[in-house]
């Protein structure tokens, strides 16, 4: 007979949130070959508070050390960063006709 | 928009096919009106998001056959309110029964509402982002997409909350934080009978669920929960000014999406899903403050503004009124411009009807009548507070060892352990009372 613990002993662990990239799987897209959004990155060097980071929904501004980097592909179309930028940063438009997020049950 | 298959001269262009434009472009197509309804998504409805509940009575005025044909999840007979702090929470529920509001998926309703357009007799231009509303010696003509021109008599502004035509037009300022909320919503599969089971409902009932308090990390704003048939539309809204204050302070140091990522996973709620799996995710901007956020006019020479892109829409922290109030607005200016068409033209005078009906309906009146929201929301800390101290009071009462408080000194010891004093408490009530 082996001594196995059953798992069923121990206490279920806490719940983890998931990563953001994982729940962005339940999303689809038709991706543009071309960036709709252009982001003026000697404007980010100068930004305190960088917001992007933490408001947009997608996660399309992440830092790569010091440095802002955006990627398009992601993106949910919301204007959060448009909004919020405090550095005129970034030009903003929807992607090409038919192009981007498409939701189903939201 | 392929110009070989539309013509381009319309007696009405809306730009924007959400609730507002398909409702435009409905009864204007019904009424014989040339319409082109103009929409940049490609499938239908997949732009669009919301939270999750629809009040019906306005949409019947548009299509009696509502109840009927739409696609409704569940019709609403249990509200909820939470007040959480940590891990504790204050619920109260209210029971009714009328069929007042149902729960919904916004492309699925959508898409039901552009069909009824197209089958009225609208053109319906999918994949076509609109550039720009064209204007010649200061009245809007129509529109241009790429390189395809479309004219019209009169132009129907429906873009939504993000008004990049209006900004390019100059008719509205560049989209400010100051009264912009951001919504992020998850929705969590889990079957009809689990859900039932774990919200307590049977199958004909439904849930609408506000919560308020900590779930946004003392960040103002709040969390949603509508039950759909088998699955559950779960979010948070923060308002945009106070989460930059938050960043800059650091009070805010998580990503947005943690925040409903740690509503999903909040103690108290995640049992109502457990086991769900994540279908859908997504992120879309909100109007706080409504009537700040309208244009100056709602009637240009030539254009009309309606639903979010002309401010019209109710949230009081409470309750939430986006799409009605987009098809209403839809209706009335639909009305404006059969009105005008009757009396001698399209012409500004006579399109000015729109915005008499915009001031003589129930959304202006409740408007303006809750107007005190916006003091309560640019006091960041009330909701919290408020929730802070209820939560208190209740755990004075319920969470004993021996000695059981009275209820003075369950309140007095609520009170001092949150640091309110019985005036300030008085105030942020009477606020909160007036402002809901
Ligand atoms: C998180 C969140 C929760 C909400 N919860 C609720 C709720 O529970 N109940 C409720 O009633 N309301 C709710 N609302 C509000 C509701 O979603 C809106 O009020 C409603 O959708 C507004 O309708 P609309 O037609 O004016 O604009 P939208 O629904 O935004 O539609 C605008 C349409 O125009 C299209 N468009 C925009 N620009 C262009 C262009 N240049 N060219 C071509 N097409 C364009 C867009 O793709 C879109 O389809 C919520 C909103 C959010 C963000
Ligand atoms: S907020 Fe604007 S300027 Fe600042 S890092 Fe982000 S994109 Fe750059
Ligand atoms: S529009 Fe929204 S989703 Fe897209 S990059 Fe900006 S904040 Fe992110």
Redesign the pocket.
């Given at each position: 007979m082996s001594a196995t613990v059953q798992a069923t002993n121990k206490q279920s662990p806490e719940p983890k949130p998931m990563k953001l990239e994982d729940i962005l799987q339940s999303d689809v897209w038709n991706v543009d070959e071309e960036p709709h959004i252009v982001v003026d990155y000697s404007k980010c060097e100068k930004c305190p508070t960088k917001p992007c980071i933490y408001l947009c929904p997608a996660g399309c501004y992440t830092l790569a050390g010091n440095r802002v980097v955006f990627s398009y592909e992601g993106c949910v179309e919301c204007g959060t960063c448009r909004v919020i930028c405090p550095m005129d940063a970034i030009t903003w438009n929807?992607p090409k006709s038919g192009h981007g997020i498409m939701y189903r049950f939201t | 928009m392929s110009s070989t298959s539309i013509p381009s001269k319309f007696d009405v262009a809306v730009?924007?096919?959400?609730?507002?434009?398909s409702a435009t472009a409905y009864l204007l197509a019904k009424k014989g009106f040339k319409v082109l309804l103009?929409?940049?998504?490609r499938g239908l409805g997949d732009?669009?998001?919301?939270?999750?509940?629809?009040?019906a009575q306005p949409l019947r005025e548009v299509w009696p056959e509502l109840d009927k044909e739409a696609p409704i999840q569940r019709w609403v007979t249990r509200e909820r309110v939470s007040l959480v702090s940590g891990d504790k929470a204050l619920t109260l529920e209210f029971k009714g029964g009328e069929r007042k509001s149902f729960t919904a998926l916004?492309p699925q309703l959508?898409a039901w509402m552009q069909r009824k357009a197209e089958q009225a007799g609208a053109i319906f231009a999918t994949e076509?982002?609109?550039?720009e509303i064209m204007f010649k010696d200061g009245k809007a003509v129509g529109i241009r997409?790429g390189n395809d021109v479309v004219y019209a008599d009169v132009t129907v502004d429906?873009?939504?909350?993000?008004r990049?035509?209006l900004e390019r037009a100059g008719i509205v300022p560049r989209l400010s934080p100051d009264h912009i909320a951001l919504?992020v919503?998850e929705v969590l599969r889990t079957g009809s009978s689990q859900l039932e089971a774990a919200f307590g409902i049977g199958s004909d009932e439904g849930v609408a669920w506000v919560v308020v308090g900590d779930v946004t990390r003392g960040v103002p704003g709040g969390g949603?929960i509508?039950t759909n048939k088998d699955t559950v539309s779960i979010?948070v809204?923060i308002h945009l000014k106070h989460a930059i204050n938050a960043i800059e302070s650091g009070q805010l140091n998580n990503h947005v999406y943690e925040l409903v990522e740690g509503f999903r996973l909040h103690p108290y709620f995640r049992n109502l899903w457990h086991g769900a799996t994540i279908s859908e995710y997504g992120g879309?901007?909100?109007i706080e403050g409504g009537l700040s956020f309208a244009p100056k006019r709602l009637v240009y020479p030539g254009l009309l503004v309606?639903?979010?892109?002309a401010g019209l829409?109710l949230s009081t922290g409470i309750n939430?009124?986006?799409?009605?109030?987009?098809v209403y607005s839809g209706k009335l200016a639909a009305e404006a411009i059969e009105y005008a068409a009757s009396h001698g033209g399209l012409t500004y005078d006579n399109l000015l009807e729109y915005e008499r009906k915009v001031k003589d309906s129930f959304m202006y009146r409740d408007l303006v009548r809750h107007r005190a929201v916006e003091m309560l929301m640019n006091d960041p800390t009330m909701f919290s507070k408020l929730a802070e101290v209820f939560i208190g009071l209740f755990s004075q009462m319920f969470e004993q060892d021996y000695s059981v408080p009275t209820p003075y000194e369950a309140f007095t010891g609520a009170l001092t352990e949150h640091n309110m004093s019985l005036n300030k408490l008085m105030s942020y009530m009477i606020t909160a009372v007036r402002g809901l």
């Open positions: 929807y | 730009v924007g096919a959400g609730p507002a434009g103009v929409e940049r998504g732009k669009q998001l919301f939270g999750g509940r629809v009040y916004l959508v076509a982002t609109v550039d997409s429906a873009e939504g909350v993000n990049l035509l919504g919503k949603f509508y979010g809204v879309h901007l909100t309606v639903g979010d892109a829409l939430y009124r986006g799409v009605d109030y987009a």
